[in-house]
């Protein structure tokens, strides 16, 4: 009983005593224990110590003991459950709930019945079941191992604005950072999912409270992730389920990487499969809307992918795809395949060698194929360049111009260490380019390439690239780029011909040309150009034109034996610079010359104005710009003989306004007017001041010989005008003591009276006094001609012909007789020359005339004849110069101005009506016309 009441008394039992290693001994064990206490206190002192040990470790096993079977219970209860949920919720800021929360040590967490709902309302996740087995050990080593977790059943909704889609960089030599070595989450061991039964529900708002939804259903997977160093196996497979279309997409593989690395793309090895079965590109829209991408696509997708790596490298792709009825808008334009594109691929790597088996795409508008062994792949390209220009317009712009023609390509690639090199040659047949109305004709192009590109330094050598057709051939050589985080630069020699004649056409359809010039000549130049840090540069040598012919409809042609051309250009995109030195050009062809010396052109950009500056030093012949000049030049007016020029212009104006460079142009010469011809006007000495301003071209001329009489002009053209138009600043006195030949009466005269139409060797002295002018420098509009002055010629010599015949067939007049023209006041304008009264003396006879007379060739003119009417004999009276010149008898001219008659035999009718004029003292006006 002592023993027994010692037990109790102390606290302990045999059970505990025996698992804290004290032996128990029944048959004295204790009485032992007390002779040793009484022999001594140390002993005693000792098992008290150990005593105190014995009850803490105690303690500590049934706290522990207690954790271990009332935590699950804890945390199964209803009270737990809301203190674990409502843990989650506030760290995900979101509504959680379950129907039950149950906890096991050995059948690890089970949720049933849970909802998540976040606190906008737009996230919502519903799962049947959700069962997670944690590895406890291993938590306990600080690491989290599920060794297996089932979702069954999960529901999930998404209701998004989508974001801003992100556009990704074209700009040359730009190479983002790395991808980073992706590692589990802090602690995580690996982990064991599967997935049964599951659904996702995407709706993306669009504008205008549109949406657009897109669901994942039937999903199962199972993912086997663990840590590096050991083999992970992952299975999806899932139906898309669009707008009453489903499609099913499934990926299955078995990955690892090095065990001393995290998870990274570079370290991976294993086998990936990847099938997609009728998947529209469509519905894709909402899943590329989380991530800010904004796809604009219609199709359906068919694909099957087989792919091996090694260590982040592809050992083997073995691919076959096709998409049908695709269609897609970029910047504002469709883009239509009308077949399906087919795409079938085989590519192994053995080491750092490929092996293409198979290479093949095939589309409505090309088609590609290849086939290679380790170190090289052949390949053959075809395409359509009408069906390719229309797909591909959004991206390559030519604007209104289109291609067409069949593109055919054949050659090989060659697989290096530290890149590939590519081989061989494209040929266009019936190439062809249409702008508007504006067609070439069909050409046939060859195409030859041999090139290097490195991929480890960023650069392609062009080893050489030849382009041949009927118009024109070009070989480059010894061309280089290199392109990186540094930008784009590049090198390249090149040489070729043309035959002007052929590519004539091509120009056309980028600036229109004049209607009916002709170009010829065989032209041949060497280039080197290049581009560094966005600077292009251009040097031509040796360039030179052959046989060179320029010719417009009705004028002399421009023939030059040889023209040979050398310049050096630089432009600066990003500053819209261009600058232009050391231009030469020299031309001969017997006495005509173009030779400019020295010549520079510098345009920049500057605070939003565009500067231009230009200087020129050249030796020319001025029938060589009248050529040269065309339609900005007055028509017919000629200008020969050999002149040297330094010329200097500049012009400031806004960026945005290119129309200003004409208005803001300053600059100023001199310009001898030897030999220069307008119309039987012959200059034979003086000098033209030129100066332009605010758009107007200024002209001054002081005093110039022309005819053995002097010519002065004070007035401008008004360039940026249409039509471009010549005016006089004020009155000015613009010919004194000309001498008129037969040209300037047939093509200038003519047109002030009938009796100078069809003069032959006419001469003369002429004076004109110009109050108003504006001359069109273009033709094609009579109507903004006009001219206001007075005339007058002296010295005239005649021939008694046409018009002068008739009118004095009642006179005795020599064959070729004096005349003068007394001074006249007279207005050009709305195509006809007017005038109240033009008096002239054809010999000794007074004549006169008053009407006008249109540029059209008509006439509404009415001549006074040298003759009166004797009331008192009824005879017909001929009137001399120095006589009185009342009562002259005027009669109506007719017909057309190139072949003026008067109706003599209308005098008796003149005769009767002045006749009963003074008898009756009535005008009885046409009583007597017929």
């Known amino acids: ?111 049933s019945g849970l909802h998540f709902i976040d606190k906008i309302g737009k996230t919502k996740v519903s799962v049947q079941r959700l069962s ?112 009453g279309f489903s499609s099913r997409i499934a990926a299955d593989g078995k990955i690892n990487t090095d065990a001393s690395q995290e998870w990274s793309l570079k370290g991976t090895s294993g086998q990936v499969n990847i099938q997609i079965d009728k998947l529209e590109l469509g519905s894709l829209q909402p899943l590329m809307a989380l991530f800010g991408k904004q796809v604009d696509a219609e199709g359906t997708v068919n694909a099957d992918v087989d792919l091996e790596l090694n260590q982040g490298r592809a050992e083997k792709l073995i691919a076959k795809a096709d998409i049908a009825n695709f269609r897609s808008t970029a910047k504002g334009k469709e883009l239509a395949l009308t077949k399906p594109v087919i795409l079938n691929t085989d590519i192994t790597r053995k080491g750092d060698q490929y092996r293409i088996d198979a290479l093949q795409v095939q589309s409505s508008f090309f088609a590609l194929q290849g086939k290679g062994g380790a170190d090289q792949l052949e390949y053959s390209l075809t395409a359509d360049l009408a069906s390719s220009q229309a797909f591909l317009a959004p991206f390559v712009d030519l604007g209104e111009i289109s291609a067409d023609g069949d593109f055919h390509a054949a050659g090989k690639v060659r697989f290096e260490q530290e890149g590939f090199g ?52 070009v070989q480059a050589s010894n061309g280089s780029l290199t392109y990186g985080n540094e930008g784009v630069s590049f090198t390249l020699a090149a040489g070729g011909t043309a ?11 980028f600036k229109p040309l004049p209607e009916g010039l002709q170009l010829a000549g065989k032209a041949q130049a060497n280039v080197q150009a290049g581009l560094k840090e966005g600077i292009y540069s251009v040097e031509v040598k040796d360039g030179t034109v052959e046989n060179f012919r320029l010719v417009r409809p009705e004028e002399k042609p421009f023939l030059q034996d040889k023209i040979t051309l050398a310049a050096k250009a630089s432009f600066d995109t990003a500053a819209r610079g261009i600058n232009v030195q ?86 100023q010469t001199t310009l001898k007017l030897d030999g220069t011809k307008y119309k039987g006007l012959h200059f034979t000495a003086g000098d033209a001041d030129l100066k332009m301003a605010e758009g107007k071209l200024h002209i001054s001329i002081p005093q110039a010989k022309a005819n053995e009489g002097t010519v002065s002009f004070q007035g401008y053209a008004d360039l940026i005008s249409e039509p471009r138009i010549l005016y006089v600043d004020k009155p000015v006195h613009v010919v004194q003591n000309l001498q008129v030949n037969e040209q300037m009466g047939r093509e200038l005269l003519m047109y002030l009276n009938p009796i100078f139409v069809d003069q032959g060797n006419m001469t003369g002295i002429l004076d004109f006094q110009c109050d108003r002018m504006a001359i069109p420098l273009q033709s094609g509009y009579p109507d903004k001609l006009a001219l206001a002055g007075t005339i007058r010629m002296d010295n005239v010599r005649l021939q008694s012909r046409g018009l002068i015949r008739d009118m004095l067939s009642h006179a005795e007049t020599p064959d070729s007789l004096p ?112």
């Open 1 to 111: 009983m002592l023993g027994s009441q010692e037990q109790a008394g102390s606290g302990y039992t045999p059970g505990f005593l025996f698992l804290t290693g004290i032996e128990w001994n029944m048959n004295g064990g204790r009485h032992m224990e007390a002779q040793n206490t009484s022999k001594t206190t140390t002993p005693v002192r000792k098992s008290k110590w150990t005593r105190k040990f014995l009850i803490a470790a105690g303690g500590l096993f049934c706290l522990v003991a207690l954790f271990f079977f009332l935590t699950p219970v804890l945390i199964s209860s209803t009270a737990g459950k809301r203190f674990v949920l409502g843990k989650v919720g506030a760290a995900l800021e979101a509504t959680v709930d379950a129907d039950s929360l149950s906890m096991s040590w050995f059948d690890g967490i089970t949720l």
């Open 132 to 243: 997670i087995k944690p590895v406890y050990l291993a938590l306990l080593r600080g690491k989290v191992l599920l060794a297996e977790t089932t979702i069954d059943t999960p529901r999930a909704q998404f209701h998004l604005t989508p974001a801003v889609p992100q556009e990704k960089s074209n700009a040359p030599g730009v190479v983002g950072p790395a991808p980073a070595p992706v590692a589990l989450p802090i602690g995580m061991a690996g982990f064991d999912l599967n997935v049964t039964d599951g659904e996702v529900s995407i709706l993306v708002e669009k504008e205008a409270g549109q949406s657009q939804s897109v669901t994942f259903g039937d999903i199962q997977s199972k993912l086997a992730l663990h840590s590096p160093g050991k083999e992970s196996r992952f299975q999806l497979a899932a139906a898309v389920m669009d707008n």
């Open 422 to 473: 590519i081989s061989g040659q494209a040929e266009v047949k019936r190439l062809s380019f249409q702008k508007s109305d504006i067609k070439t004709d069909p050409e046939n192009v060859v195409i030859d390439l041999a090139a290097r590109i490195d991929t480890k330094n960023q650069a392609v050598e062009i080893a050489s690239a030849r382009i041949r057709s009927d118009a024109a051939t």
């Open 499 to 509: 035959d002007l004649v052929k590519v004539l056409p091509f120009l056309d359809l």
């Open 582 to 667: 050391d231009l030469s050009l020299q031309g001969v062809q017997g006495d005509s010359r173009i030779s400019i010396t020295k010549g520079r052109f510098l345009a920049t950009d500057a605070e939003g104005k565009r500067k231009v500056q230009g200087q020129l030093e050249a030796e020319y012949d001025l029938e060589t710009v009248t050529a040269l000049a065309g339609d900005t030049l007055p028509p017919d007016l000629e200008l020969v003989g050999k002149r040297t020029t330094n010329l200097s212009f500049e012009s400031e104006y806004p960026t945005d306004k290119p129309d200003q460079f004409m208005q803001n142009m300053k600059a």
């Open 819 to 930: 005349a003068a023209l007394l001074a006249t006041p007279f207005v050009l304008e709305n195509g006809r020359l007017s005038y109240e009264s033009m008096e002239m003396h054809l010999d000794k006879y007074p004549v006169g005339f008053s009407g006008s007379i249109g540029l059209n060739n008509t006439m509404d003119l009415r001549a006074k004849l040298p003759y009166r009417i004797d009331m008192t004999s009824f005879r017909l009276r001929t009137v001399k110069i120095g006589e009185d010149t009342s009562g002259r008898i005027e009669l109506p001219l007719e017909g057309p101005l190139n072949a003026p008659q008067i109706r003599l035999d209308r005098l008796v009718e003149e005769l009767g009506r002045k006749l009963l004029q003074q008898k009756l003292g009535v005008d009885l006006g046409d009583l007597f016309k017929r």
